[in-house]
C-alpha cells in the first residue's frame, strides 16, 4: 500500500515537472525572445555552469538558507509551544508578535548590514528573522488548541509539566510545525535571492543578478534552475521527515 502511494506519488511529480516544461518550451517558441531561451539550452547551460563555479554558489546559498531554517526553528519551536500552553506569557508577547508579524522584515536589511556587516550573517539573520513568525504563530495556535480534557487525562495519572510538553505538546505541534516550514522554505529562498542581490558578490542571488546584468539569459536561467532545485531538495527533505514523524497521516 505505502509502495503503491509512492508510486503514485512519483508519477504526479514527474507528469507536474513535465507539464511545466511544456508550458515553458510553448512560452518560449510563442515569444521569440532571447530572454526566454527554451528549456534544453537552458539546462545545458545548467550543467556546463556547474563545474565553472554554479556549484559553489549553490552550496552558498544552501548553507544560508537551511541554517536560517534551523535557527528559526530552534527558536521558534519553544516559543510557541510555550506561548500555546502558559497564558501569562502569551499575555506579554502577543502585543509583540501581533505588532511585529505584519511588518515586512525585509526593510531591516540595511540595518543589519550595518550592525553585522554585509556577509554571510546579515544575510541569515534577516532571513531567520522574516521566518521566524512564520513557524512560530502555527506552533502557538497548535498547542493552545489541545483539548484541555487530555491535559486533564495525563495530570491525572501523574505527569508533570515536562512530561506534557513531551508527550502531548510536541505530538500536537509537530504536524503544524512540518507544514510550517515548508511554507517558511518558499519565503526563506525569496529573502535569499533578495538579500543576496545587494551587496554580495557569492551566492545564486548574486549569481541570476550578475548574468541578468551581462544579459546572459541562459546562465540567468541556469541560476534560476539551480535555485528551484534548491527549493525542490529542502521541500522534499521536509515531505520525507513529515512521512518519518507523522506516518498516521498517510495511512
Same mark, same amino acid.
Given at each position: 500500500?505505502?509502495?503503491?502511494?509512492?508510486?503514485?506519488?512519483? @508519477?504526479?511529480? @514527474?507528469?507536474?515537472?513535465?507539464?511545466?516544461?511544456?508550458?515553458?518550451?510553448?512560452?518560449?517558441?510563442?515569444?521569440?525572445?532571447?530572454?526566454?531561451?527554451?528549456?534544453?539550452?537552458?539546462?545545458?547551460?545548467? /550543467?556546463?555552469?556547474?563545474? %565553472?563555479?554554479? +556549484?559553489?554558489?549553490?552550496?552558498?546559498?544552501?548553507?544560508?538558507?537551511?541554517?536560517?531554517?534551523?535557527?528559526?526553528?530552534?527558536? %521558534?519551536?519553544?516559543?510557541?509551544?510555550?506561548?500555546? &500552553?502558559?497564558? &501569562?506569557?502569551?499575555?506579554? @508577547? %502577543?502585543?509583540?508578535?501581533?505588532?511585529?508579524?505584519?511588518?515586512?522584515?525585509? $526593510?531591516?536589511?540595511?540595518?543589519?548590514? $550595518?550592525?553585522?556587516?554585509?556577509?554571510?550573517?546579515?544575510?541569515?539573520?534577516?532571513?531567520?528573522?522574516?521566518?521566524?513568525? =512564520?513557524?512560530?504563530?502555527?506552533?502557538?495556535? !497548535?498547542?493552545?488548541?489541545?483539548? !484541555?480534557?487530555?491535559?486533564?487525562? /495525563?495530570?491525572?495519572?501523574?505527569?508533570?509539566?515536562?512530561?506534557?510538553?513531551?508527550?502531548?505538546?510536541w505530538p500536537a505541534v509537530l504536524p503544524e510545525m512540518l507544514t510550517a516550514l515548508r511554507v517558511a522554505s518558499g519565503t %526563506?529562498?525569496?529573502?535569499?535571492?533578495?538579500?543576496?542581490?545587494?551587496?554580495? =558578490?557569492?551566492?545564486?542571488?548574486?549569481?541570476?543578478?550578475?548574468?541578468?546584468? #551581462?544579459?546572459?539569459? #541562459?546562465?540567468?536561467?541556469?541560476?534560476?534552475? @539551480?535555485?528551484?532545485?534548491?527549493?525542490?531538495?529542502?521541500?522534499?527533505?521536509?515531505?520525507?521527515?513529515?512521512?518519518?514523524?507523522?506516518? +498516521?497521516?498517510?495511512v
Amino acid at each position: 500500500m505505502h509502495e503503491r502511494g509512492y508510486i503514485k506519488k512519483t @508519477a504526479a511529480t @514527474a507528469a507536474s515537472i513535465a507539464f511545466l516544461l511544456l508550458g515553458w518550451e510553448l512560452l518560449a517558441v510563442m515569444l521569440a525572445s532571447p530572454a526566454l531561451p527554451r528549456p534544453l539550452p537552458a539546462f545545458i547551460t545548467f /550543467v556546463r555552469e556547474i563545474p %565553472a563555479g554554479l +556549484w559553489r554558489h549553490f552550496l552558498i546559498s544552501s548553507y544560508r538558507v537551511v541554517l536560517s531554517i534551523l535557527l528559526s526553528l530552534a527558536l %521558534a519551536l519553544p516559543c510557541g509551544m510555550v506561548l500555546g &500552553r502558559e497564558e &501569562r506569557f502569551d499575555r506579554l @508577547a %502577543a502585543p509583540l508578535v501581533y505588532l511585529v508579524y505584519p511588518v515586512p522584515k525585509i $526593510v531591516f536589511l540595511p540595518v543589519l548590514m $550595518v550592525l553585522l556587516g554585509i556577509g554571510d550573517i546579515s544575510k541569515i539573520a534577516l532571513i531567520t528573522l522574516v521566518i521566524f513568525f =512564520q513557524i512560530l504563530v502555527p506552533i502557538r495556535d !497548535a498547542a493552545r488548541g489541545i483539548n !484541555a480534557g487530555v491535559i486533564n487525562s /495525563v495530570k491525572s495519572l501523574g505527569a508533570g509539566r515536562w512530561d506534557i510538553y513531551k508527550h502531548v505538546v510536541w505530538p500536537a505541534v509537530l504536524p503544524e510545525m512540518l507544514t510550517a516550514l515548508r511554507v517558511a522554505s518558499g519565503t %526563506a529562498i525569496a529573502v535569499l535571492f533578495f538579500s543576496e542581490t545587494i551587496v554580495s =558578490q557569492e551566492g545564486l542571488g548574486y549569481y541570476l543578478l550578475d548574468a541578468w546584468s #551581462r544579459y546572459a539569459y #541562459r546562465e540567468m536561467f541556469a541560476g534560476i534552475i @539551480a535555485m528551484g532545485l534548491l527549493g525542490f531538495i529542502i521541500y522534499m527533505a521536509l515531505d520525507y521527515l513529515e512521512r518519518r514523524l507523522c506516518p +498516521w497521516k498517510f495511512v
